[in-house]
Every structure is written in structure tokens, then in C-alpha cells.
T-cell receptor, first 114, second 117 residues
Framework: KAGVTQTPRYLIKTRGQQVTLSCSPI?????VSWYQQTPGQGLQFLFEYFSETQRNKGNFPGRFSGRQFSNSRSEMNVSTLELGDSALYLC?????????????FGEGSRLTVL | DQQVKQNSPSLSVQEGRISILNCDYT??????FLWYKKYPAEGPTFLIS?????DKNEDGRFTVFLNKSAKHLSLHIVPSQPGDSAVYFC????????????????FGQGTILTVHP
């Protein structure tokens, strides 16, 4: 079974630009969550989507947005990039039912803002 | 406001001995706890979880203990192996009866475990 796939793996942007990151969950998983990992703040929850609806949202400014498609694939967008947005962005999927209730994480998209 | 805290940034253990990683939480709404392992340049990998209705869960070499009154949980790895060297994250969620917060985890800052041969 293929794992969670995130693209691109690495990208470099400049301040003021916008970026779109993509996530394909494990087949059959309908919940997708996004996290930001930085050295100073650790892993922080961005948002969660289920059946194309945002179910939970973390404490991030409106520049951070996301969406989920009918095939459960998800994208997140960051507009007007700031230096502090440099981070590893992790996507995780969950089947919700069964298992140990864990999230399965992708390898992440490393964003560098210059 | 750090709701999940791992107060030890690092831990060094000899191969074959026990590794004990600790985690404290402040939010009494948390009812599900998980441990993840992370290698550099990879996403976190799930290790073990525990519901607040239990005080212990075991899976092979990994055991998680939960002390609700102290709002404390710990991960025991016995015996420790060099391949266990990684960053370990404690995470918590408030799932409640409705189970609407599966995807929202609050993570600790992580503990770097080094197991020496």
C-alpha cells in the first residue's frame, strides 16, 4: 500500500510569493491534516479536512489555507510568504475508523523563503 | 501556551538497557495520546498510542504508561537498540465521544534519543 505522498519535496520561494503544496493520502483514508514543523515551534497543527470540509483549524493567519478534493487529495496554499514561513510542511492521513487511531505522515515538503 | 511538554531535550542510553521518555500535559480535555518517532528528512512514524481509559499499553519492546491524575505519560523501550536512535514526539488529542478531532494532534517539542552500542 503506498504511503502518504507529498509534492514537491523541496522548494525555494522569495518573500511575497505564494506557494501550493500537494498531498495524496493513503488509499481509503478520508481525513487529511497538515502540520508545520520549525526548529523553534516544533510540530504545529494547521488544519484538518474530511470529505472536502475543513473540520479543525489551528492558530495560523489567514494566509494559510487549504482544500480537499473529492478523491481525498489535499492542497495547502500560503500566500504573501514571509521569512518565518520557512519550515517543513507535513501532511498526514487517517482512516478514522479502525486501527490505533494514529495519523500516517508523509515525508514533508521543505519550504525555504528567501 | 505549551499544552504538551517533553522536558528532556535529549536522552542517552546504552544498548540493551531501558529508555524512558517522559511527557506532561496540561489540557484535561486530552483523551488520546500517541508516541511518534522521527528520523531526519522523514515524516514522523507512529509507535504506540493509549486511550485515557487505560493506564498501560504494550506493543513489543514499547510500553506506554499513562498517569491521568498527574497528567503524565511515559514511553519505555526495552531493550533499547541503536536503531531506536531518533527524535521521539509525544502527542495528544481531544477526541471526545464524537471523535471529531482525530486529525488534530498537539505535539511536544521532542526528545532526541541516542542509543550507544
Amino acid at each position: 500500500k503506498a504511503g502518504v505522498t507529498q509534492t514537491p519535496r523541496y522548494l525555494i520561494k522569495t518573500r511575497g510569493q505564494q506557494v501550493t503544496l500537494s498531498c495524496s493520502p493513503i488509499s481509503g483514508h478520508r481525513s487529511v491534516s497538515w502540520y508545520q514543523q520549525t526548529p523553534g515551534q516544533g510540530l504545529q497543527f494547521l488544519f484538518e479536512y474530511f470529505s472536502e470540509t475543513q473540520r479543525n483549524k489551528g492558530n495560523f493567519p489567514g494566509r494559510f489555507s487549504g482544500r480537499q478534493f473529492s478523491n481525498s487529495r489535499s492542497e495547502m496554499n500560503v500566500s504573501t510568504l514571509e521569512l518565518g514561513d520557512s519550515a517543513l510542511y507535513l501532511c498526514a492521513s487517517s482512516p478514522l475508523a479502525g486501527g490505533a487511531g494514529e495519523l500516517f505522515f508523509g515525508e514533508g515538503s521543505r519550504l525555504t523563503v528567501l | 501556551d505549551q499544552q504538551v511538554k517533553q522536558n528532556s531535550p535529549s536522552l542517552s542510553v546504552q544498548e540493551g538497557r531501558i529508555s524512558i521518555l517522559n511527557c506532561d500535559y496540561t489540557n484535561s480535555m486530552f483523551d488520546y495520546f500517541l508516541w511518534y518517532k522521527k528520523y531526519p528528512a522523514e515524516g514522523p512514524t507512529f509507535l504506540i498510542s493509549i486511550s485515557s481509559i487505560k493506564d498501560k499499553n504494550e506493543d513489543g519492546r514499547f510500553t506506554v504508561f499513562l498517569n491521568k491524575s498527574a497528567k503524565h505519560l511515559s514511553l519505555h523501550i526495552v531493550p533499547s537498540q541503536p536503531g531506536d536512535s531518533a527524535v521521539y514526539f509525544c502527542a495528544a488529542s481531544a477526541r471526545g465521544a464524537g471523535g471529531t478531532s482525530y486529525g488534530k494532534l498537539t505535539f511536544g517539542q521532542g526528545t532526541i534519543l541516542t542509543v550507544h552500542p
